[in-house]
């Protein structure tokens, strides 16, 4: 009985601790590219590329797992014309190249389908909360910065986020999609980013 006793005494802290939800942190690095969408006839969309940094940190509990984290991200998009209010437009006489600078806070979650202890692969979807910086633009050869409050451009997008990542050992690989759901413009007209992100990170 006391054998018996000892056993359980040993197997229990270590069944508590195999039910503790396990944490990573992640630093990452990659690539993006970004075409701009806007409902106006005529109107032809470019993918741009651009990279990202960042780092998360992700819990896993069983089969489920939920990340958050923050990126610094350089994109570009092209547009032909920029809204201006009450459905009104401002036509270029060729398309203008925007880059833009900002921070991104995703929060995913999602399902494991493989859970091994040196490869594991997950499937999530989620929120992505981007605050616009600063840009650069470029026209007819000539280049220049601006805010983007001075472009109609919403300092603020909320986008949905769908992907799969890998882990190989410390190793991870991250592929996701990103539509926006608030309008990039200050107009009531629909505009919006569809965005690909590639990265690969270090797991701590």
Same mark, same amino acid.
């Given at each position: ?49 651009? !990279?990202?940094?960042?780092? @998360?940190?992700?819990?896993?509990? +069983? +089969? ?12 570009? =998009?092209?547009?032909? @014309? ?38 594991? !692969? ?6 992505? @909360? ?31 986020? =769908? ?5 190989? @050992?410390?190793?991870?690989?991250? =592929? ?27 797991? =701590?």
């Amino acid at each position: 009985m006391k054998k018996v006793l000892l056993i359980i005494i040993i197997l229990l802290p270590m069944l508590a601790m195999a039910q503790q939800p396990k944490m990573h942190m992640k630093l990452y690095g990659g690539l993006n590219a970004t075409t701009f969408v806007y409902k106006i006839e005529g109107v032809e969309k470019d993918v741009l590329e651009g !990279w990202q940094v960042g780092g @998360s940190f992700r819990v896993m509990h +069983r +089969r489920g797992f939920l990340e958050i984290g923050v990126v610094y991200k350089n994109y570009g =998009f092209t547009v032909d @014309s920029i809204p201006l209010g009450d459905g009104d437009y401002e036509a270029f006489d060729e398309p203008v190249t925007i880059r833009m600078k900002a921070l991104e806070f995703p929060l995913t979650m999602g399902y494991i389908p493989v859970k091994k202890p040196l490869f594991k !692969w997950f499937l999530y979807g989620g929120l992505v @909360s981007r605050f616009s910086l600063k840009g650069k633009y470029e026209y007819k050869g000539e280049t220049g910065t601006y805010k983007p409050s001075e472009i109609n451009l919403n300092v603020y997008n909320l986008g949905a986020r =769908f992907g799969t990542q890998f882990d190989l @050992s410390f190793f991870n690989l991250d =592929f996701s999609y990103t539509i926006g759901i608030t309008n990039a413009f200050r107009e009531k007209a629909r505009t919006n980013s569809h965005g690909l992100d590639l990265t690969v990170g270090i797991l =701590f």
